[in-house]
């Protein structure tokens, strides 16, 4: 990684207009929203890639971020968001409710076959009134409005002013703090004060210590001591050659 | 056949998931003696409201407090109606948590009867039905100041005064408001995907019902008219519409008693226009309102009612049989070898 492919980055601030909801992690009924911001989500939400409004068939099984990320890679690359402060958090009670005119609730369920009621007056279980694995009531922790992240947007292009983020289209304000270049550090023991993808590191690196956030899709790295080539943007430094889905490309 | 006129909004058979089909029956309801809607309990005022006056010109400019006859006063009375004739006719079923008849207000419905199917019910044995039948407060045309009158109210003793044997006063002295005989509320009640027999269970029970509000053995009695009946994909315009549009077409000056044909003909002239509403498609014409009416009563007749209740009970019956063996193997499965369900 002697070239850097991004001349400049943007520091951006992403503030909060609305609760944000990403099912980071699921306890029992609760569903928690990390504290942080996945640079996927980030890279769909700002249309620099897009998903089909409707997924069927085999397609309803398997995520596309490779497919999606890698065509974009050599030119846009952005970080997770990471909290500007602390983050604070606020919780939600949800049901689900039938429009039908007879439901019941049952274990973890809304049924609404009435058809079905006379069997389970005897005591049986008809499949109606089983328990379902998707939920129907719970707790959802959501990341409160009001609070900033930001992140690093490698690349030359034009940024939206709002952008909508999460499971419940967020809107999330966007603001770009500064511009800088992008300058190469040699290699040498560095540490990184960004949040940072663990599935875009570069093959090279060798990590020393960090602290994982594990969510889906990918593992987020913070406090990341490593060695070996840097970027410097601002104040800020980086692992050199952050890629999507970097740790696959080894084979290109 | 006038009910024929409504296939477009009728439901043919009983249906757990709505589809969009409104009727809504325009209802003028008189009272004819002394009344008392309240909702804080004995000595005080009835339940009234400050509404614009009227729509138009000075009309919307004036505050007036109406008398209001709250949706439940309205329905309670007519699914209690419609309750004891079931329960006439054998047609309530027992709740499968104690085996006792089918009963409001004892949390044990028995989730099957017509009653059940078409009015709701909570929290019965876990599961609740909503009501398909929607109401709306009903609105005096008059203020309340002119149609709300004090009675004084004294229980004497055997003697025949206000003294017992010993001397002792009684203290048995009340002063209560009261809604005077003649007063007018119109209401407007919109009923979501019913069949034809439920319509007609409904405008029965909405045409016999009688008596309505507190210490209904005594007071309460109410005549009840309907004015029109209109189907549409959406809800008609409100109560409180309808009586502020009313009062504007009736003109000036307006006392108590009102004059009820004129009052008729004014909300008839108000509701006409509602047939230009968004999303309307039917309003039955006098004659075959006249002849939807005669169809209720004759389905309501000594001679017809059995059949007709038997044959509106008959119609939920696939949803209180247990449903043929779907594809499975007899026994009592504990959940295992069960069908995938495949969530779309």
Redesign the interface.
């Given at each position: 990684m002697s070239t850097i492919p991004f001349q400049q980055a943007k520091l951006v601030e992403l503030y909060c207009l609305e609760p944000v909801f990403f099912a980071s992690r699921e306890l029992s009924d609760t569903y928690y929203t990390e504290g942080v911001i996945g640079n996927y989500a980030l890279t769909y939400a700002l249309g620099r890639v897009n998903s089909p409004y409707r997924l069927q068939g085999q397609a309803t099984g398997r995520p596309t971020y490779k497919e999606d990320l890698q065509p974009i890679a050599h030119d846009f690359y952005i970080l997770p968001a990471s909290p500007v402060g602390r983050v604070t958090f606020r919780f939600e009670r949800f049901n689900a409710l039938s429009?039908?005119?007879?439901?019941?609730?049952?274990n973890n369920r809304v049924?609404?076959?009435?058809?079905?009621?006379?069997?389970q007056?005897?005591g049986?279980?008809p499949?109606s009134f089983?328990p379902?694995n998707?939920p129907q009531t719970g707790r959802l922790r959501m990341i409160e409005r009001r609070n900033k992240f930001q992140t690093l947007v490698f690349g030359n292009y034009q940024l939206p002013n709002y952008i909508r983020l999460g499971k419940f289209m967020s809107k999330v304000k966007l603001n770009v703090l500064n511009e800088f270049p992008v300058t190469l550090l040699p290699e040498g023991e560095y540490q990184s004060q960004h949040y940072l993808n663990a599935a875009d590191l570069p093959q090279q690196i060798e990590a020393l210590a960090f602290d994982l956030i594990s969510i889906p899709p990918a593992p987020i790295i913070k406090n990341l001591r490593f060695r070996g080539a840097a970027w410097q943007v601002g104040e800020m430094i980086v692992p050199a050659g952050l890629h999507f889905c970097g740790r696959e490309s080894s084979n290109e | 056949m006038s009910i024929s006129k409504l296939s477009s909004v009728l439901a043919t058979s009983y249906e757990?998931?709505?589809k969009g089909r409104f009727i809504t029956l325009v209802v003028l309801r008189t009272t004819h003696s002394e009344t008392i809607f309240r909702t804080e309990g004995s000595g005080e005022p009835m339940c009234s409201e400050f509404v614009q006056a009227g729509l138009e010109g000075e009309n919307q400019k004036t505050i007036i407090q109406r008398l209001v006859m709250t949706k439940r006063k309205q329905v309670a009375p007519e699914r209690r109606y419609g309750r004891e004739h079931l329960r006439a006719h054998e047609l309530l079923y027992t709740n499968?948590k104690d085996g006792s008849l089918c009963s409001l207000n004892t949390n044990a419905p028995c989730?099957m009867c017509v009653d059940c199917f078409l009015y709701?019910f909570a929290a019965g044995?876990?599961?609740?039905?909503?009501s398909?039948i929607w109401t709306e407060d009903a609105f005096s045309i008059l203020p309340a100041s002119d149609v709300v009158g004090d009675r004084t109210i004294n229980a004497i003793y055997e003697t025949g005064t206000m003294r017992d044997e010993k001397g002792n006063a009684s203290t048995a002295l009340n002063t209560s408001e009261y809604i005077k005989p003649g007063v007018h509320f119109l209401d407007v009640v919109t009923l979501k995907?019913v069949t034809a027999d439920e319509l007609r269970y409904i405008i029965g029970n909405i045409l016999f019902t009688s008596r309505y509000g507190a210490v209904s053995s005594r007071v309460g009695r109410m005549e009840n008219e309907i004015l029109g009946v209109f189907g549409s994909i959406t809800e008609l315009p409100s109560s409180l519409e309808l009586v502020q549009a009313t009062y504007d077409a009736l003109g000036k000056p307006l006392e108590h008693p009102l004059n009820i044909k004129q009052l008729i003909t004014a909300s008839k002239q108000v509701i006409a226009n509602w047939k230009n509403k968004r999303g309307v498609s039917v309003q039955l014409s006098e004659e075959e309102l006249a002849n939807l009416l005669t169809d209720v009563e004759t389905n309501w007749s000594p001679d017809e009612r059995d059949n007709f209740l038997k044959r509106l009970t008959q119609s939920y019956e696939?949803?209180?049989?247990?449903?043929p063996e779907k594809n499975k193997g007899k026994g009592?499965s504990k959940?295992k070898n069960?069908?995938v369900?495949v969530?779309i």
């Open positions: 429009d039908s005119y007879w439901y019941a609730m049952t049924a609404t076959a009435r058809e079905d009621l006379p069997l007056r005897q049986k279980k499949s089983r379902s998707f | 757990n998931f709505p499968p989730e709701g044995g876990g599961g609740a039905q909503k398909r995907d696939s949803f209180r049989q247990v449903a009592k959940g069960t069908p369900e969530e």
